[in-house]
């Protein structure tokens, strides 16, 4: 490679890099409603397991919502028991939490029931804990 051709490439990569950093922090705080339904199927499935909840096969069934202004997610999972019983894991996290999190968990206020009755509450759910 000559200089020039370095020199070129060392300023596209300066120039890549400012404009990246110049990307308001508002939008990258937000979290993407198809990527925590995602790691909540996975993160979710991994704690109710983990506490000895004899699932049914398939994935969690997840609903996420997320509150721009108080910029907090809310989401809840629903799944059936080997018995038939209803699985339902719900929570909330903040924006900072859900940034701050590993790609394989979930950090806020998780609770999880089985027919009703409280099976655990966790901070954070996943393999990344």
Same mark, same amino acid.
């Given at each position: 490679m000559s200089v020039s051709t370095a020199r070129r490439a060392?300023?596209?990569? %300066?120039i890549a890099g400012a404009l990246v950093s110049g990307c308001s922090s508002k *939008? *990258? &705080?937000k979290? *993407? +409603? !198809?990527v925590l339904t995602g790691r909540l199927t996975n993160t979710g499935r991994y704690a109710l397991v983990h506490a000895k909840v004899a699932l049914a096969d398939g994935p969690l069934a997840c609903t996420v919502k997320? &509150?721009?202004? %108080?910029k907090v997610a809310t989401y809840t999972?629903?799944?059936k028991t080997t018995g038939g !019983? %209803?699985?339902?894991? *719900?929570?909330h996290s903040t924006y900072k939490e859900l940034k701050n999190g590993k790609k394989k =968990?979930? +950090?806020g206020t998780v609770t999880a029931t089985v027919d009703g009755t409280k099976a655990?509450?966790?901070?954070?759910?996943? =393999?990344?804990?």
């Open positions: 060392a300023v596209v990569v %300066a *939008s *990258s &705080d979290p *993407s +409603t !198809k997320l &509150d721009d202004g %108080a999972c629903n799944a !019983k %209803a699985v339902v894991l *719900s929570g =968990s979930v +950090t655990f509450e966790a901070n954070c759910i996943g =393999s990344g804990c």
